[in-house]
């Protein structure tokens, strides 16, 4: 059974950061693509940043110098660091990895910055 877990949201002030975990079971998880996405309230999901099997990265624009996502295939678990948080990134936090036509989620960790 494929299991994704994140872990590592809360309540931040704006400024502050945190580390976004999501551990992954059931899968070669060094084989995967790995991806974080978020969902702000009353929007639609979107892309934060991508991670290959061989660790190049992606980011999009809007939180490119503030975020980093990393992966450790012995702990079979990736990572998200969010720097310099704002308000505006207020969301649910996803994390999902790909392996040609396979895909899964996780179920979300909730991230509030206050202002």
């Known amino acids: 059974q494929v299991q994704l877990v994140e872990s590592g949201g809360g309540l931040v002030q704006a400024g502050g950061s945190l580390r976004l975990s999501c551990a992954a079971s059931?899968?070669?998880?060094?084989?995967?693509?790995g991806a974080w996405y978020r969902q702000a309230p009353g929007k639609q999901r979107e892309l934060v940043a991508t991670i290959t099997s061989g660790g190049t990265t992606t980011y999009v624009r809007s939180v490119k110098g503030r975020v980093t996502i990393s992966r450790d295939n012995v702990k079979t678990t990736m990572y998200l660091q969010i720097d310099s948080l704002k308000p505006e990134d207020t969301a649910v936090y996803f994390c999902?990895?790909?392996?040609?036509?396979?895909?899964?989620w996780g179920q979300g960790t909730q991230v509030t910055v206050s202002s």
């Open positions: 059931g899968i070669i998880f060094s084989a995967y693509t």
């Open positions: 999902a990895v790909t392996y040609g036509s396979a895909g899964y």
